[in-house]
Nanobody, 123 residues
């Protein structure tokens, strides 16, 4: 069974770049038809899909975050990474990494999810 674990800083200052890594265990990152996503949930809001990467390295981004988001993967280390540039306080959220056969994942009833990591953007 695939397991995912997010890691990264819990506090980031405005205008800085947030970098989070998801480490995968118990499965392959090179399986075709599988997407590795980043999703976040801000206080009082629903899940927001940010983007995904597939086994070939092709990336897919939310239009609202495309200009600030990058996702890349290291299949040797079995990790994929989210970078979010020019963060603002509204980027404060719990960030999740996940795996599913759908490129856009917006419900926790599908796929495999990490436990999530809290990120606060504050000076």
């Amino acid at each position: 069974q695939v397991q995912l674990q997010e890691s990264g800083p819990g506090l980031v200052k405005p205008s800085q770049t947030l970098s989070l890594t998801c480490t995968v265990s118990g499965g392959s990152m090179t399986t075709n038809g599988v997407y590795w996503s980043w999703i976040r949930q801000s206080p009082g809001k629903g899940l927001e899909w940010m983007g995904a990467i597939d086994s070939s390295g092709r990336t897919y981004y939310s239009p609202s975050l495309r200009s600030r988001t990058s996702i890349y993967m290291d299949t040797f280390k079995k990790q994929f990474t989210l970078q979010l540039t020019s963060v603002i306080p509204e980027d404060t959220a719990v960030y999740y990494c996940a795996r599913d056969v759908n490129v856009k994942l917006t419900t926790r009833s599908r796929g495999s999810w990490g436990q999530g990591t809290q990120v606060t953007v504050s000076a």
